[in-house]
C-alpha cells in the first residue's frame, strides 16, 4: 500500500490521464492507496514515475516525474 497526500494523488491522476497511452510503465500503485495528511508526508513514500517510451540512453523513460506533498509536478 503507498502512502501519498491526496494532492499527490490528484497530481498521480492527471499524470496518469497525460501519459498512459504514451508510456509503458504502470503510473498508478497495483497495492492500493493510504492517504496521509501533508504533515505527515515525510511517513509516507516518495511519488514519481517514469513516463514515455525507454530511449537509446535511458532504458526506463524518457522523463521521471517527482509529485511533491502539495501536488507540484516536476521532472
Known sequence: MMKMTRDQF???IKVYE????????AILPLDGVEFVPTDEYRKG???G???GSPTETNEHGSMYLGIEADGYTHS
Do not use: P
Not at 18 to 25: C, L, P, S, Y
Open 10 to 12: 490528484d497530481a498521480l
Open 49 to 51: 514515475c517514469w513516463v
Open 18 to 25: 497525460r501519459w498512459q497511452h504514451k508510456t509503458e510503465h
Open 45 to 47: 513514500d516518495y511519488i
